[in-house]
């Protein structure tokens, strides 16, 4: 257990193996923090932790959970072929968060904020979750595929890439914000299961070889219109 510690050098755990509950609870790291490759067999808890550097988690694993909720990161924040069965990034600060080529079961990024780019192509979710998120940057989920993803009032202020991107169950862009839609691409996608209620996206750039449903044009939000009336009929 590491708790409310000022770690005022680099801190490297470069490789190492953490077989109990792991805690940094309210730590301060100072520089560069390096955690990759690490291993967490049980349960790795960063909650309230200041990272002032950059922060490195890539090529790492946890087996069961890794919490990073109220965490500030000040530089780029790395998990860049991580495996996870549950990663939490809730109510954070994060200045820049990669997470391509991962294997994440659930990650729940709720009401943070990314202040630069956010990365998540070549990534596999089950469920990803960036609820009332603000992405004041670039975000680039190109080629990534979940099973349900929700941005339900989250704020996109640069461009966004959907590009490949594979929506496998129900997807939800409720109430979401657009600030520059024309520099928004969704392409060569499925979206005959992506809901868009509440959502201006009458500028969004839908490019080529779009799916929305079985006839290709009627929109996931439209058919489950059409579906409530024939029910309200019988």
Do not use: M
Not at 24 to 30: A, E, K, S, T, Y
Not at 47 to 59: E, I, K, L, R, V
Not at 103 to 110: D, G, H, I, T, Y
């Amino acid at each position: 257990r590491f708790l409310n510690i000022e770690f005022l050098d680099e801190a490297s755990y470069f490789h190492s193996v953490f077989l109990d509950d792991t805690t940094f609870n309210g730590d301060q790291f100072g520089k560069h923090a390096q955690f990759g490759y690490a291993k967490f067999h049980k349960e790795a808890d960063f909650q309230g932790t200041a990272f002032n550097g950059s922060a490195h988690f890539h090529y790492s694993e946890f087996t069961q959970v890794g919490k990073f909720d109220d965490t500030s990161f000040s530089s780029i924040l790395s998990f860049d072929l991580t495996k996870s069965k549950r990663l939490y990034l809730t109510n954070s600060t994060i200045s820049e968060l990669v997470l391509a080529n991962g294997s994440v079961e659930l990650c729940q990024l709720w009401q943070s904020q990314i202040q630069n780019k956010v990365d998540f192509s070549r990534s596999n979710f089950v469920e990803v979750d960036f609820r009332r998120c603000q992405i004041l940057g670039s975000a680039d989920f190109s080629n990534t595929s979940s099973k349900v993803a929700d941005f339900s009032y989250a704020l996109f202020s640069n461009n966004a890439h959907f590009i490949e991107t594979k929506f496998e169950n129900n997807a939800f862009f409720n109430y979401t914000r657009f600030e520059r839609p024309t520099e928004v691409i969704f392409q060569r996608s499925d979206l005959s299961k992506v809901s868009f209620v509440n959502s201006d996206i009458s500028r969004v750039n839908f490019g080529e070889n779009i799916t929305f449903g079985e006839d290709k044009f009627t929109i996931f939000d439209e058919k489950r219109l059409i579906n409530y009336k024939d029910f309200q009929k019988e």
